[in-house]
């Protein structure tokens, strides 16, 4: 769309009956299931959250702009789309990696941007918050969203929602709108809204990839399922259930994919990482005479850089819109119909399912006064793990190690696990509480990352949430030293166990022991009126098996690049 105010018609004055395209953005918003809008305000972009005040989408105020993007991702990853407000410029370049994130990530995240009226750009002024020509700020987002509008003309306006929520939906990805003040409450043309039909399957390469897929399972002596992250994305995990239990098979799902399937449920093998997993499930996965990759995507986290071994020759991969059989391929066969009709035609396979090692407990813990390890931590929290919680792991040793968590029912785990960027758990728990109130995060995350975005325990506790945020706290950053140590990885030694006093009302608790740990975790669960700290006093050399096993790899590929 034309960013410039010279293409732009006058707001029809007269049209009092119209829609006002602030207030229409914010029904569309509404009745596609957002009830909150994160954000900071600033004053272009104030006359529009004069309206979010109005409506019936409640306004959640963030200490910063890319907490308030990570927490709609939170949100957007339980609801299926999750939105922020803020202003131009300084607001929404804060946003910038936080939406790329969302975007590599495939989480549909709407950004709502305030700027400069019309009127004003009109004679291309120095206006503050400016940082080049005004178009420059929707190109940026062109690049890290699937659908940008700048609603500056009335008569398009709002067509222009329609079309960009509809795709935020469609492709499960970012979208950006920009509302330039003078806008906001401009009456807009009501073009009726027409959703673009979504082209279905082609029923015979359906039918035929289908048919040699099931040829290919009954013929296979060991047959595995991977699941990824794509499924849930798609909100497919109940049809993958389905296909699981009729089916019979084992299913082991990736990183980014972990918890797409229950966790707990017999036949379950665990994540599947190539060499940086657990060996159980890299074993089945890698021995199986068929594997069939549903929604996987082949990015280097879920293959263990590159450390995986899948033989195209024994795969069937099942894509968004395209399936593969081996080398054969199968355009316009869409997942969700996939695996709809292989649920519909699959015999189920004979024979036992492989018996993998489940959960690691703890169950001699705790060991008084034997100081904490990310080893014992991550065992112990399979003990306390109930189904009402949901794990979510900020990158850094908190990510790794939480490969070896087993999740109780499927959709509870929240990650960057592919994009990968520090700072996301605390405010995606935010968003993740907030979007579904029945369900307590459990926030693990390090002291380097906690540092970047952990202000946002202060609006959960605000909001009178109880996640229970465990710190790991090693004073620095361990992965990274594992990689390539140097002072430059050592960091401030907060006494995050008193956050209370500047970010309360919630508890702190500091656990360098193994009783201390299990007394705090204790008291958090217990403690449901605001947030949980417990800080954990980890060595800065400690860290889970499945770093050591990453470590090793990612200092091969760092030397070899030099
Ligand atoms: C925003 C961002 N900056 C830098 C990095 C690179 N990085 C990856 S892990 C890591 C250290 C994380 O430290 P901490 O949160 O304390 O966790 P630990 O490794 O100590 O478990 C860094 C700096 C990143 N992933 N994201
Ligand atoms: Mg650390």
Redesign the pocket.
Known sequence: MNASPTGSRSPASTHDDWPRIGDYLLLRLKEAGVDHCFGVPGDYVLRFYDRLCRSDIRHIGTTREDTAAFAADGYARSRGLGALAVTYGVGALNVV?AVAGANAESSPVVVISGAPGVAEQRDDPQLHHRFGPFRFQREIFERITCACAVLDDPYTALREIDRTLDAARRYSRPVYIELPRDRVDTPAFPIPHEPEEEAGSDPEALAEAVAETLALVGRAQAPVILAGVELHRRGLQDLLAGFVLKAHLPVAATLTGKSVVAERQPGYLGVYEGAMGPEGARRVVEEADLLLLLGVTPNDIDLGINTARLDPARTVRAGQEEVWVHRHRYPHVHLRDFLAALTDAVVPHPGPLPDVPGPVGAPDFPQPGQPMTMARMMARLNDFLTPDMQVVA?????LFASVDLRVHARSEFLASAYY????FAVPAALGAQVANPGRRPLVL??????Q?TGTELSTAARLGLDPIVII?N?R??????FILEGPF?D?ADWRFHRLGELFGPLRGFAAATEDAFDEALGAALAFRDGPSVIEVALRPDD?SAA?TRLSERLRDVVQQSE
């Open positions: 990696n900020d990158s850094g040793d908190s990968t960027t520090m700072g995350v390090g002291d380097g990352a906690f970047m790991g090693n620095g950053y361990t992965t990274e030293r990885n960091i860290c770093l």
